[in-house]
């Protein structure tokens, strides 16, 4: 239903042809500005439906985007033509919960029982905050967004289980409405905030000492705000210690042809209003 | 995470105890109101990965809600204590693509290789137009919405594969704008509509020849509506003739223990934002 957006040649193909051919090899923020990207799981069959569970029953944390055909690197419903084997600038490979590898293509580790899970990515949401004169804090920091484990489980589901895992973004108060309405039209890229205001009620007890990235300081009207982060599956999965799992490095997206807008609810509602649209 | 409203006893666990002791066996509409009801589709194991697959492509016509554990018929995340091979008051169940069966429960039925899938139901998004004033016509008129195979085909996954289905419902010009807000607002529930106005954009010939259900007279001043349907993914199913599957019968739905508003986007937001929220 996502292939309503895509186009044979744009700038997320261009970006990434430059990723396939090594001319790009970096974090992926800021290429092809336009378009959604996507975190990857890659695993084999055999832990997959599990895996798709743990999806559906944490749909904040794990919003599915696309899953390929066994055997098939093709993710032909978020960009045509592209290969998650070469078009993802690194990877992270696991063997029984370890990493083993951080390479820059994974066409050695394929196999014909492999299947690609690609999730939502908050990208999409600091754009769209962005684009209303909200920008994200980090980014005009030139920081990593901090991440914290919460004491709060995620539903199971056969070996994947753990914590949610939160990315937070500061505020000032009298933003908080309206960036939890912008985020909202967003479900699949991780939607609105799971909390807004006291970290310890996620059970976070020093905002100074992220568990990922890198602290961020809070001016004095501002809140820190709390969503669900795309960490989260890879804890997960690494925990769950599959045979084999393949992850995009961090901030190592997977870059799609769908535009940012194409997942804005309330957008694809005046398009179906205006023009016929699509599902 | 949907689990945020799940409540040990309410209207809706009434509702299915009247259902698992046969004091209720028609159609599950008007049954504890405040709470959102799915359809069920029960597969083989062997067959649930390309069928959530299909459910991924297709996320307005298939929205994933739950899958079970392989031979559980128990939706934790939807309904505490529920069974769903006793809890919806009719059920089909289809041998090679072909009806054996429209049973009160499927207890017979039931395998330990089974996964049942549930996925969203528009009496979510009727409800909430009716809340905003806006009244659903084949409600008023006591009849069942129409519904049109139309000429667009589903994105497919493996043996799953068809054309959209799409259910119509009238509306004066005047009220589209909101009609389609307020459907945005529920994406688990097939959310905006797909098409406004002309049906033959979806290759529909003729309005008063469904392919299933009644046909409604539309005012002067009525535009049809069309949303993806909830009939899609069994007409797909049953396409692909697989060994075994059961559907609920249609308008005999699973009563969750959710409410409607915990799937509208923006009621989460306002909630996440007034007192911390879940994700």
Redo the contacts between chains.
Sequence with gaps: ???ATVRADNDAADARRGIRSCLHTGPTRGLAPGFAQANLVVLP?AD??DF??FC??????CP????T??GSPHP??LAGGADLRTDLPRYRVFRDGRCVDEPTDIRKYWRSDL?AILLGCSFTFEWALASAGLPVAHQDQRKNVPMYVTD?LC?S??PFHGP?VVSMRPFPQHD??RV??I???F??MH????????PS?LGIADLDAPDFGDPLSLGADEVPVFW?CGVTPQAVVQNACPSLAIFHAPGHMFITDLSHDSFD??A???R??QS????
């Design positions: 239903m996502h292939t069959q997959a439906l798709l569970r559906v029953r944490n749909p904040g944390l599915l985007l696309e899953v055909d066994t032909h419903g299947v709060r539903v589901a056969g949610m908080i409405a939890t309405e985020t909202a039209r479900p699949a939607g609105a905030p799971v909390h807004v205001g006291d009620v669900a609810c309330h694809r509602a005046t179906s209003r016929g649209g699509r599902p």
